[in-house]
T-cell receptor
C-alpha cells in the first residue's frame, strides 16, 4: 500500500547542530508539506513543494530549509538547531482533484533540542 | 495572526451526546475547509471537508455546517462515542495550496 513515512520518529540533539528530518511518500504526489505542531498553535506550515526542484516558504520558515530532488522525498533541514525548534514535525503530501484536496500526514518526528 | 480561529480548546461530552466544534476565518479567498482528526502519537487524518458552494455536508455521524456570510464553519459529531476521543483541527486553504490550521480541540467522550 502507498504510504508516507518519516524518520527518525524521535530525535534529541544539541543547540547549534544541523539536523535533517526525512520524509518519503510512495503515492507519487507532487505536493508535499512540512508542518510543526506546538500546543496552543495547532499545525503551522514550514515549507512546501509543488514538484521536483520547487520549494516555497511557509509561515514559520526561518531556520529551516528543504530541497526536492525527486518526487518521493522532501527532507527538512534545521541549519543550526535552537531550543525554540523543539516540536513535533509532520510531513504531508497532497492528493489533488476536483473532489478532494486531501493531505495525507506522516506519523511525525518528535524533535528535542537541548 | 491566526488565520483560522477554533473553539473550544477542550470539550467533554457524554456518550451519545452531540459534540460541536466551531471555527471562524477572515480570508474570503479560502475555498476548501477540511476537518482533521488526530489520535495521540499519530498524524492528523482527514475526517470530512466542505467547499463554500454548499452549506452542509454529512458523512455518517459527522456533519460540517458552513455559513459563508458569517465566515464560520462547524463540526458536529452526533451520537458521540468514546472512540471519538481525539484532537480535532479545522483548516482552510486556497486552491488546496497553503493550509491554515486552527489551534485544535481536545474532545473527550465519557462512557
Amino acid at each position: 500500500d502507498a504510504e508516507i513515512t518519516q524518520s527518525p520518529r524521535h530525535k534529541i540533539t544539541e543547540t547549534g547542530r544541523q539536523v535533517t528530518l526525512a520524509c518519503h511518500q510512495t503515492w507519487n504526489h507532487n505536493n508535499m508539506f512540512w508542518y510543526r505542531q506546538d500546543l496552543g498553535h495547532g499545525l503551522r506550515l514550514i515549507h512546501y513543494s509543488y514538484g521536483v526542484h520547487d520549494t516555497n516558504k511557509g509561515e514559520v520558515s526561518d531556520g529551516y530549509s528543504v530541497s526536492r530532488s525527486n518526487t518521493e522525498d522532501l527532507p527538512l533541514t534545521l541549519e543550526s538547531a535552537a531550543s525554540s525548534q523543539t516540536s513535533v514535525y509532520f510531513c504531508a503530501s497532497r492528493d489533488t482533484g476536483q473532489a478532494t484536496d486531501t493531505q495525507y500526514f506522516g506519523p511525525g518526528t518528535r524533535l528535542t533540542v537541548l | 495572526q491566526q488565520q483560522v480561529k477554533q473553539s473550544p480548546q477542550s470539550l467533554i461530552v457524554q456518550k451519545g451526546g452531540i459534540s460541536i466544534i466551531n471555527c471562524a476565518y477572515e480570508n474570503t479567498a479560502f475555498d476548501y475547509f477540511p476537518w482533521y482528526q488526530q489520535f495521540p502519537g499519530k498524524g492528523p487524518a482527514l475526517l470530512i471537508a466542505i467547499r463554500p458552494d454548499v452549506s452542509e455536508k454529512k458523512e455518517g455521524r459527522f456533519t460540517i455546517s458552513f455559513n459563508k456570510s458569517a465566515k464560520q464553519f462547524s463540526l458536529h459529531i452526533m451520537d458521540s462515542q468514546p472512540g471519538d476521543s481525539a484532537t480535532y483541527f479545522c483548516a482552510a486553504s486556497i486552491y488546496g495550496n497553503q493550509f491554515y490550521f486552527g489551534t485544535g480541540t481536545s474532545l473527550t467522550v465519557i462512557p
